[in-house]
């Protein structure tokens, strides 16, 4: 499966080594170059060299996008720090390159809610977070 990942933060870096390790071929969008160092998948080899594409470059720009290989993408995932980003690009990867599935991290719960009616799949941290604490109220 060829998957691209815009984002190469904490979560972005954990889901790219996990999907190259499953046998994947992976693409990682970035606009920070050192945050390929968080790609390395024992520290000492490159990302490069474990066989996983990196593209500097910013998210919100088709050039960038087209290079992280975002045409030929079977999933992407969006995990930028900013949810804005994260959703224009998600529409992006959906109308402009017909990515079949587009995952979208998004912190807002209201705005996660609404795009994922729209046919996103959303991941909203808050919102589990929000549950969570609800059973405990609950529990308590």
């Given amino acids: 499966m060829n998957i ?3 984002g190469a933060g904490r979560v972005g870096s954990a889901v790219a080594k996990w999907a190259l390790a499953e046998g994947n071929e ?3 969008l970035d606009e920070d170059p050192l945050s390929q160092e968080r790609l390395s998948p024992d520290g ?4 490069e060299d474990a066989g996983g594409q990196f593209t500097v ?3 919100l720009e088709i050039d960038a996008l ?3 290989g975002m045409a030929d ?6 995990c930028t720090d900013g949810d804005n980003t994260n959703l224009v ?3 992006i990867a959906r109308k402009r390159f017909d990515v079949p599935k587009v995952i979208v991290r998004v912190l807002d719960p209201y705005r996660a809610e609404w795009y994922r009616e729209q ?4 991941i909203c941290p808050t919102k589990v977070a929000i549950e969570m604490l609800e059973d405990a109220v609950v529990s308590a």
């Fill in 4 to 6: 691209v990942i815009v």
């Fill in 26 to 28: 992976v693409s990682v």
């Fill in 44 to 47: 000492t080899s490159s990302w």
């Fill in 57 to 59: 470059g910013t998210a």
């Fill in 66 to 68: 087209e290079e992280s």
């Fill in 73 to 78: 993408a079977d999933v992407c995932i969006l």
């Fill in 89 to 91: 690009v998600a529409q």
């Fill in 119 to 122: 046919g996103l799949h959303t």
